[in-house]
């Protein structure tokens, strides 16, 4: 009888040891099952050692209008231009190929007038399969501007298209006859608005969409 006992005892200590050995279950990422995905991930940084930006966090955008890592980066005094699956590359010396338009608007915070020169963003678009004469469902369709700060501004197609408003907004490379540097080398500046809010800095992205 005591040794029926004793096999029963270390039976279930055996039992015990084994279960204690084992692993947890795993899910497909490779997390123990039950563990908060979102929580033990570590969060997005804003920019990496190598100064890139980083992106991936923005959520609802699409990675920031274009911002990323790896083969969607944009390096430094580039402007990528995206619609409808394509994209161009531009760099200030390719815009200065292009014919340029001069406006004069007022800078709100600078208290100061000042005449930028530079490309139509319409010229740009229309590269890209923009209609210059938008109707319908074209009139649909917005863009977001986004600086290598992550700053973004979005602008509906009208307002960009002098077809249908009578705003002029530009991919400026020179400000007051001088390439722009401290905010350039590109910027996106618009006429007819009270303050500079939507002046993109340091443009490096500019994506259209489709309104959902």
């Known amino acids: 009888m005591r040794m029926q006992v004793w096999a029963v005892l270390l039976l279930g200590l055996g039992v015990g040891t084994v279960g204690a050995q084992n692993p947890p279950s795993t899910g497909s990422q490779g997390q123990p099952e039950g563990t ?8 997005a940084k804003s920019a990496d050692s190598g100064g890139a930006m980083d992106m991936s966090h923005c959520g609802g955008m699409g990675h920031c209008a274009g ?18 699956g394509k994209s161009t590359d531009w760099t200030a010396d390719k815009l200065a190929a292009l014919p340029h338009k001069s406006v004069t608007v007022h800078n709100e915070h600078a208290k100061a007038d000042q005449t930028y020169s530079g490309v139509p963003l319409m010229d740009l678009l229309t590269r890209l399969g923009v209609s210059a004469k938008p109707h319908g469902k074209d009139l649909g369709f917005y863009l977001v501007a ?4 992550g700053y973004q501004a979005v602008y509906s197609m009208a307002e960009v298209n ?15 006859g001088k390439p722009i540097t401290a905010e350039g080398p590109l910027k ?22 489709a309104a959902q």
């Open 188 to 209: 996106l500046v618009a006429t007819r608005e009270t303050r500079p809010a939507r002046w993109v800095r340091n443009l490096v992205a500019i994506r259209v969409s």
């Open 146 to 149: 986004a600086g290598s700060d």
């Open 162 to 176: 002098p077809d249908v408003h009578d705003a002029t907004v530009i991919v400026a490379d020179a400000q007051d």
């Open 36 to 43: 908060d995905m979102g929580q033990s991930a570590s969060p």
């Open 67 to 84: 911002m990323g890592k790896g083969k969607d980066a944009i390096p430094a005094g580039v402007l990528r231009v995206s619609f409808g």
